[in-house]
Each structure stands twice: as structure tokens, then as C-alpha cells.
């Protein structure tokens, strides 16, 4: 399965990824922790990536298609993946689309996870992140809505979309991600 997650800043998109690569046995391809890796190992990607990040600004589109795209032609993508925080613009999702109809390996299933403002703002807020401070907060929702958002129509046009309540406790959010792949997987047999 190659599975994309969307959803706006502390929604927990990682976390659900996390136990959905388990569960699967798939990779778990986080653009976020690639890029802070980046910046962990001072390389001239990460330095560059985290004067946006720490501004709650996307990365440009041309960076981060590049550092997808070497990604996805690792042997270990083989076998499937979930892509979580890209894409994030509509530039990256065309680009993506590109990059997989020349592969012949088109996305299986797009899962948007929504919780509302005041709730994703109080998670952000618990968990201390440098780009979790409230002003920066604000630049990455607003981002979220501006750049991300659209995507949802695009991939609901593809009739790739699952759309997932992210409230609740990250199991009950999960057990809803969990009997939406398994219907997935059966259909897909
Ligand atoms: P979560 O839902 O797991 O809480 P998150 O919104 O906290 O996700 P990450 O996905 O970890 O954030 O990304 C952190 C930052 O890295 C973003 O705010 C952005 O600056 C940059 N970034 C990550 N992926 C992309 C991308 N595809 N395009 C542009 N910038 C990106
Ligand atoms: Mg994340």
C-alpha cells in the first residue's frame, strides 16, 4: 500500500502513522523528521530548511520534491510506504502524481485527519516542539489552510480520499484508520 497522510499541524498525523507502518509493515516517511534530521546533522539541506521551519513557513516545493523524490527510489520503498506531511501543496501533489504514474505505482488511499482549531492549538501547545510557540503556531495553521487545504478536493477528485475524525484518543483514532485500510485491503484483493 502507498498511503499519504494530510491534516492540518498537531493533528497527529505522526503518531498515526507510526502505528499504521506497524500495522502494516510498511515504511514510515515523515518529511518533518527528515528535515529536522537534516538540520540535527547541520547539512546544507537542513540549515536551509529550518529558516522556514522555525518561521512556521512550508520549505519550498522545489526542495522538497527533490528530497521525495530521491527518498521513493530507495529499494525499501518497494514494498509500500506512508508518506506523512507530503504533500502539502497542490506543486508537490502534481509533482508526486507525475512521479508515480512513471513508476506505475499510484497512491492507494489518501487519509486526511481533521480536529478543530482550538484543540489542534491546545495539543501544539503541549508538546514543546522550538515550532510549537504560539506566533509560529499561527503561521503554520494559516500555511495549513492557505497551501494544504486544497488538497482535500484534489485527492477527493482522484476518489482517493478517506476522511478521519482525529478527536479522541490516539487508539480510538487509530481503530477508524484501521477499519478503513482493512476495507481498503479487502477491496484492493
Ligand atoms: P503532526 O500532524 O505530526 O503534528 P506537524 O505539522 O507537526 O505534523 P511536521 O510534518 O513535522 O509537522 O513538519 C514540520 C515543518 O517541516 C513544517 O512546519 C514545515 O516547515 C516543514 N515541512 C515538512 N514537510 C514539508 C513539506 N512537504 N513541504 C514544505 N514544508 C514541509
Ligand atoms: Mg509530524
Redesign the pocket.
Known amino acids: 500500500m502507498r498511503i499519504v497522510f494530510i ?9 498515526q502513522s507510526e502505528r499504521l507502518s506497524e500495522y502494516l509493515r510498511i515504511l514510515h516517511l ?4 527528515m ?2 534530521q537534516a538540520y540535527h546533522e547541520q547539512s546544507d539541506l537542513g540549515l536551509l ?1 529550518q529558516e ?2 522555525a518561521q ?6 522545489a526542495v ?1 520534491t527533490d528530497l ?1 523524490a530521491q527518498r521513493l527510489e530507495l529499494g525499501d520503498c518497494r514494498r509500500g510506504y506512508i508518506l ?6 497542490l506543486g ?1 501533489a502534481e509533482t508526486l502524481d507525475n512521479l508515480l504514474r512513471l513508476r506505475d505505482t499510484p497512491l492507494t488511499a489518501v487519509l486526511a ?1 481533521d480536529a478543530n482549531t482550538d484543540e489542534l492549538v491546545r495539543r ?1 501547545a503541549g508538546r514543546g ?1 522550538a ?1 510549537d510557540k504560539p506566533e509560529i503556531v499561527r503561521n ?1 495553521l494559516e ?1 495549513y489552510s492557505r497551501q494544504t487545504a486544497p488538497l482535500v478536493d484534489y485527492y477527493r477528485g482522484q476518489g482517493l480520499l478517506q476522511m478521519i475524525v482525529g478527536t479522541g484518543t490516539p487508539e480510538e483514532v487509530f481503530a477508524r484508520i484501521k477499519d478503513i485500510v482493512d476495507q481498503i485491503a479487502h477491496t484492493d484483493a
Not at 499541524?9 to 503518531?15: E, H, Q, W, Y
Not at 515523515?30 to 523528521?33: A, C, F, I, M, P
Open positions: 491534516g492540518p499541524p498537531g493533528v497527529g498525523k505522526g503518531t515523515s518529511t518533518g523528521e528535515l529536522r530548511a522556514h521551519i512556521g513557513r512550508l520549505v519550498p516545493d522538497m521525495v506523512d506531511g507530503f504533500p502539502r501543496t508537490q485527519l501544539l516542539r515550532d503554520r500555511e
